[in-house]
């Protein structure tokens, strides 16, 4: 079964900090990854996706993502962070074999202090 | 295109009522899900479908029910309200045939409350 887990429950920046989420999955196969940020009392909306080919990924508002297939590894990352990116962030994986469903980790809160 | 429209956006429940939480979508998708959200849990699937008459079972279906009578509705049954089914519920869908993926696409939630 696959599975995700999300290291960082909370972080707290300040405006213009650089920002990295850890993401780690387990599932031995071929895998889609997905992050996703639910601003406050919004639902979730994807930030950037993997599917195939090169492993860093360019997502909206200027995250990405570093696919390493080696670490299991799908961390997010934004070199300077702005007061509206204070939202939760999931991270989510699905195998793209004959899985159904996509799992998403816990989530973590971000807030970024102005 | 709507997207994943759900209604309602908020309810409060008695315990022991019942209630139908909708979803719609009109991207075609033929998976849908139902999550519940609960703080610091992230997301638990209740149920989802993989094509219109299929259901299936997540990892948190007790109390729920769910049914596919067409490919655009997918609606969550709160038979017996109890206080631990309060919680944010979120509709999602996506499309995935012969090689061809998107991602979850979700709706706007229903904040339940019951007391």
């Known amino acids: 079964a696959q599975s995700v887990s999300q290291h960082n429950h909370h972080v707290i920046l300040s405006e213009a900090a650089s920002l990295e989420l850890g993401c780690n999955y387990s599932y031995g196969g071929t895998v889609n990854l997905f992050w996703y940020v639910q601003y406050p009392g919004q639902h979730l909306q994807l930030l950037l996706k993997?599917?195939?080919?090169?492993?860093l990924v360019k997502g909206i508002k200027g995250f990405e993502a570093e696919f390493i297939k080696s670490k299991f590894s799908f961390n997010l990352r934004k070199p300077s962070v702005q007061w509206s990116d204070t939202a939760e962030y999931f991270c989510a994986v699905k195998s793209s074999g004959g899985s159904y469903i996509p799992t998403f980790g816990r989530g973590t809160s971000l807030i970024v202090h102005p | 295109n709507a997207g994943v429209t759900q209604t309602p956006k908020f309810r409060i429940l008695k315990i022991g009522q019942s209630m139908t939480l909708q979803c719609t979508q009109d991207?075609?998708?033929?998976?849908m899900y139902w999550y519940r959200q609960d703080p610091g849990m992230g997301l638990k699937l209740i149920y989802y479908s993989v094509g219109a008459g299929i259901t299936d079972k997540g990892e948190v279906p007790n109390g729920y029910n769910v049914s596919r009578s067409t490919t655009e509705d997918f609606p969550l049954r709160l038979e017996l309200a109890a206080p631990s089914q309060t919680s944010v519920y979120f509709c999602?869908?996506?499309?995935?045939?012969?090689?061809?993926?998107?991602?979850?696409?979700f709706g706007q939630g229903t904040r339940l409350t019951v007391v």
């Open positions: 999602a869908s996506r499309f995935s045939l012969q090689g061809r993926n998107t991602e979850a696409f």
């Open positions: 991207m075609n998708h033929n998976y």
């Open positions: 993997y599917f195939s080919g090169d492993p």
